[in-house]
């Protein structure tokens, strides 16, 4: 063979290797079977030694990175790691101070302190400390339990392995980001589409060795479970981190008041691109720990802290199509097909076009030139049309009035806003609707919802095609032989795959109300549901009921909601997936918390306005020590809480049902705090 045919074979193989690497580690998504992947790498190295003058960067003789593992052992984290809400502009800040300071019952005109710190984007990681030694790291995992990466984590020269400040605490968890450096990732470009993922990359390998090999980096800036921890507010925190040897952002600030954090981001985005480090935005955390205390968290993110993030990129491009998705609500949302264009480095080739209205207000067309907008991790959408440069043989969209499965779809009416939604619906037929089936699939496989690892919203989508699920309990009962013939698969994915979803057997009652996609039953709505029913058994019992006004009793569940939870159990279907999922599951009954608590078996209302501190706390305060809140005076009320000016009518009937009646001062009394 001559020189120039060996040049060219071996690169084609070098090309395609690096290929497969992209999807490989970058993706988790591998599209050929491993033996295909090794049987290339082989082939690649034995060119490789025969011809001595060959030579390539991307050659798996040199190349650092090792397909991430899958087999480290999971941890339990003492304190949950949390995730953050989003902001996007200043009306979103606004009401997120708005909120805290109703929460805490303050004045309008109370001045909070953030701790405003630059959002690294890398994969935060838990750092346990006992005596000074670092003794264990765990990944985030699915923030209530994470991989054990100790090893991985002790080749990053940012982590102290050992600290003997007399002020470090006992035993604390060190939580922080670990990233690496844009300038180190210049020469790992080929192998990873950004920063995120070469680190992300790089924490998994089962061998520490290659991990040691992709330069990481840590910065700290919270912490989980402690045991001595003698600070009062986050800033401080800050400067300790730093004292006991850690990395800490030099781009935190402490700040006050909306208009100075608005400045704060302006001047940091200007920044933004000559940082040594990827960031997607700035977090705030409210400064006072006695106030993130009371604060506590919904579902799980914190009322404390929101992550604003940097705003989003626009771009030019063409409409070539618009097509109709089916969303799990049996929402249908318009999407534009654009020419293909890369924005803030991802490439975009469909756009939200929100819903009908939006389409004949905006006059959207095929063919049109419109400007694309991404922000954060939400879906592309067309922000506007530049009808100048529409072609004269462009026509007005016309938007279908049925659902692909037949069915005519509705606009629904609002109670509340006495307006006709703008969005057009499959009238709520859940499963029923093969198009809304397949999304409410999606949604029980994903993040908060059953989280099966490896099974995401392509594999739905493919096994739906070749029929292998149709309803939830597919997942369960799915034909693994056949699997491991489809393209792309093999017996090692198979089997993976086997792994993961045996795994995900046994779930939390909550976790399993929520994956069910019942409308407007959200994580919270599912905690609440889990809590008052306490077992599968009970919540089925929903499908005997004729009346669901009781639910109205749980603090939360409202007529929208109840509507819906009937709609759900009116349906055969429904029932049949319930049975069906019970016979595959091990559906977990609710953890009780903390029966012991001070106010067990004991139930509150509230009327009229309480002294420096809002409903939603006192209503915590009660759940956080094992009492319940309940919405109506009835026999099943123990303790009306007033405040000024209460409803005079609640008082009637407590006194006529006999219902004790307090002031604020006797119920912090029952819970040993002065008033
Ligand atoms: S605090 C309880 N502080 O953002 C609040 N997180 O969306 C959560 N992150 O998983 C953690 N910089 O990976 C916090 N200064 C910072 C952060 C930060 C980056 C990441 C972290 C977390 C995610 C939350």
Redesign the pocket.
């Given at each position: 063979m001559k020189k120039e045919e060996i040049y060219k074979k071996y690169n084609k193989k070098i090309k395609l290797l690096t290929k497969y690497n992209k999807f490989y580690f970058d993706k988790s998504a591998p599209i050929v079977s491993d033996k295909e992947y090794d049987d290339l790498k082989g082939e690649i190295l034995y060119l490789e030694n025969k011809y001595a003058f060959l030579k390539s960067k991307s050659s798996p003789a040199t190349v650092i990175g090792h397909k991430p593992s899958k087999n480290f052992k999971k941890s339990s984290h003492k304190i949950p790691?949390?995730?953050?809400s989003n902001a996007f502009s200043e009306d979103d800040l606004i009401n997120f101070e708005k909120k805290i300071i109703n929460f805490l019952s303050k004045k309008e005109s109370f001045e909070i302190s953030y701790s405003a710190?630059p959002?690294?984007d890398g994969i935060?990681a838990s750092l346990t400390y006992k005596n000074g030694n670092f003794v264990r790291g765990l990944s985030?995992g699915d923030g209530k339990e994470g991989e054990d990466i100790t090893n991985n984590l002790k080749t990053i020269k940012d982590i102290p392995q050992y600290i003997s400040s007399k002020d470090f605490p006992e035993e604390i968890d060190i939580r922080g980001?670990v990233f690496i450096q844009n300038s180190d990732f210049e020469n790992l470009k080929d192998k990873f589409a950004n920063p995120r993922n070469a680190a992300s990359g790089s924490l998994r390998q089962k061998n520490p060795e290659y991990t040691k090999k992709i330069p990481l980096n840590f910065i700290a800036?919270?912490f989980g479970f402690e045991n001595g921890l003698k600070v009062e507010n986050q800033s401080d925190y800050l400067k300790k981190l730093r004292q006991w040897g850690f990395k800490i952002?030099p781009l935190n600030k402490l700040i006050s008041g909306v208009k100075n954090l608005i400045d704060n981001y302006n001047e940091i985005e200007k920044k933004r691109a000559d940082l040594n480090f990827d960031i997607d935005g700035i977090?705030y955390k409210v400064n006072d720990f006695d106030l993130q205390k009371r604060l506590g968290n919904v579902a799980n993110a914190?009322r404390w802290?929101v992550?604003h993030k940097f705003s989003s990129n626009k771009a030019v491009s063409q409409i070539k199509d618009i097509e109709i998705q089916i969303g799990r609500t049996g929402a249908l949302t318009p999407v534009a097909k654009i020419k293909p264009i890369n924005i803030g480095g991802v490439q975009v080739s469909n756009a939200s076009l929100h819903n009908e209205d939006e389409i004949i207000r905006k006059d959207i067309r095929v063919g049109d030139t419109v400007t694309v907008e991404r922000a954060g991790d939400v879906i592309p959408h067309v922000v506007s049309v530049d009808v100048l440069k529409r072609s004269n043989t462009t026509k007005k969209f016309i938007f279908p009035k049925k659902c692909p499965c037949g069915y005519e779809t509705i606009k629904e009416f609002n109670k509340i806003t006495k307006k006709f939604d703008a969005v057009r619906r499959c009238p709520d037929r859940g499963f029923e609707c093969n198009r809304i089936a397949k999304e409410k699939l999606k949604h029980f496989v994903s993040k908060e919802a059953f989280n099966i690892d490896g099974f995401g919203k392509k594999i739905v989508e493919k096994f739906w095609e070749l029929r292998l699920i149709k309803l939830p309990q597919d997942i369960f009962k799915l034909d693994y032989d056949r699997i491991e013939k489809l393209d792309g698969w093999g017996k090692l994915s198979a089997d993976n795959l086997r792994y993961s979803v045996d795994e995900k057997k046994q779930i939390s009652l909550e976790r399993f109300i929520y994956s069910l996609g019942i409308r407007h039953i959200g994580l919270e709505n599912a905690k609440l549901l889990s809590r008052y029913f306490g077992s599968f058994q009970k919540f089925k019992t929903l499908s005997k009921k004729n009346n669901y006004s009781d639910l109205l009793n749980i603090d939360g569940i409202g007529e929208t909601q109840l509507v819906s939870i009937k709609n759900f159990f009116s349906k055969n279907i429904n029932l049949k997936i319930l049975n069906e999922l019970n016979e595959v599951l091990n559906i977990q009954d609710a953890k009780v918390v903390n029966t012991k608590g001070l106010l067990r078996d004991k139930s509150f209302l509230v009327t009229g306005k309480l002294n420096n501190i809002s409903r939603a706390e006192v209503k915590s305060l009660i759940e956080e020590n094992s009492g319940t809140t309940v919405s109506s005076v009835s026999k099943k009320l123990n303790y009306l809480i007033t405040g000024e000016k209460p409803t005079k009518k609640k008082i009637e009937s407590a006194k006529a049902l006999k219902i004790k009646i307090i002031d604020q001062d006797e119920f912090l009394r029952m819970l040993n705090k002065t008033g």
């Open positions: 790691m949390l995730s953050l710190e959002k690294i935060s985030r980001e800036y919270t952002n977090v914190p802290a992550a």
